[in-house]
């Protein structure tokens, strides 16, 4: 029997089977969101991965697997392995708000994508803000900050796009929008887990602080069709 917890191990094979299935891509034993939402792919028996990742660079040329090696066909390239650490939290955060956090709504799209591709190129798509809930800081009349979700199973939810503009990294504004991210998650009775890049060790240390505690590492693949 797979545990709630033991399904972290594979989050976007069990977020595509549980809460998000509507945004899943599926060929068999594997699973990827659509390209639109969130290129990321996760399997349960590796000797179907190869057609399937075959297929799937049809769709999005670059995409990522997230958790164990899959095989692959020579028509893709395998780029780079991200190791990030996967931390979980397990009570609420408690800490002073004094910035306003609005909820990031249809009105706000823009500037969400324009901010999080400033800062962290590649991963954000078109609709990825339609997979949860964000939250952002604005000073005059500018998104500055940002936290949301990206994947969601039945007990899970993992805080993302943690975002600050250059212009305004240290004043605390990621801690209080993980902070408030969280402790939304926790309002709808699912707990928040998130990953981070095993060498941002000024992120691992914040986290680390509001109560995360590191579970395992998981590996995110980055494959691209050959010739894109």
């Given at each position: 029997?797979?545990t709630?917890?033991?399904?972290?191990?594979?989050?976007?094979?069990?977020?595509?089977?549980?809460?998000?299935?509507?945004?899943?891509?599926?060929?068999?034993?594997?699973k990827?969101?659509?390209?639109?939402?969130?290129?990321?792919?996760?399997f349960i028996?590796?000797?179907?991965?190869?057609?399937?990742?075959?297929?799937?660079?049809?769709?999005?040329?670059s995409?990522?697997v997230?958790?164990?090696?899959?095989?692959?066909?020579?028509?893709?390239?395998?780029?780079?392995?991200?190791?990030?650490l996967?931390?979980?939290?397990?009570?609420?955060?408690?800490?002073?708000?004094?910035?306003?956090?609005?909820?990031?709504k249809?009105?706000?799209?823009?500037?969400?994508?324009?901010l999080?591709?400033?800062?962290?190129?590649?991963?954000?798509?078109?609709?990825?803000?339609?997979?949860?809930?964000?939250?952002?800081?604005?000073?005059?009349?500018?998104?500055?900050?940002?936290?949301?979700?990206?994947?969601?199973?039945?007990?899970?939810t993992?805080?993302?796009?943690v975002?600050?503009?250059?212009?305004?990294?240290?004043?605390?504004?990621?801690?209080?929008?993980?902070?408030?991210t969280?402790?939304?998650?926790?309002?709808?009775?699912?707990?928040?887990?998130?990953?981070?890049?095993?060498?941002?060790?000024g992120?691992?240390?914040?986290y680390?602080?509001?109560?995360f505690?590191?579970?395992?590492?998981?590996?995110?693949?980055?494959?691209?069709?050959?010739?894109?």
């Amino acid at each position: 029997m797979v545990t709630n917890e033991n399904k972290l191990d594979n989050p976007v094979w069990f977020s595509l089977t549980e809460s998000h299935e509507k945004f899943s891509v599926n060929y068999g034993d594997v699973k990827f969101y659509h390209p639109d939402y969130c290129p990321f792919g996760g399997f349960i028996t590796l000797d179907s991965t190869e057609k399937a990742l075959d297929e799937y660079s049809e769709l999005a040329p670059s995409f990522y697997v997230v958790g164990e090696k899959p095989d692959y066909s020579p028509s893709l390239t395998l780029n780079k392995e991200l190791v990030c650490l996967q931390m979980v939290l397990t009570a609420k955060i408690e800490v002073d708000m004094n910035t306003d956090i609005i909820p990031l709504k249809a009105e706000h799209k823009d500037d969400l994508l324009r901010l999080v591709n400033l800062v962290q190129p590649g991963y954000f798509k078109s609709n990825t803000p339609e997979l949860g809930n964000y939250y952002g800081i604005y000073k005059e009349n500018e998104l500055i900050a940002v936290t949301g979700e990206r994947m969601k199973m039945n007990a899970y939810t993992e805080v993302s796009a943690v975002v600050t503009h250059p212009d305004h990294t240290g004043k605390g504004y990621a801690k209080q929008l993980v902070a408030h991210t969280a402790n939304q998650i926790f309002l709808e009775g699912k707990i928040p887990y998130l990953h981070v890049a095993e060498t941002n060790v000024g992120a691992i240390k914040l986290y680390e602080k509001l109560g995360f505690v590191t579970r395992r590492k998981i590996s995110f693949r980055n494959f691209t069709k050959k010739g894109e």
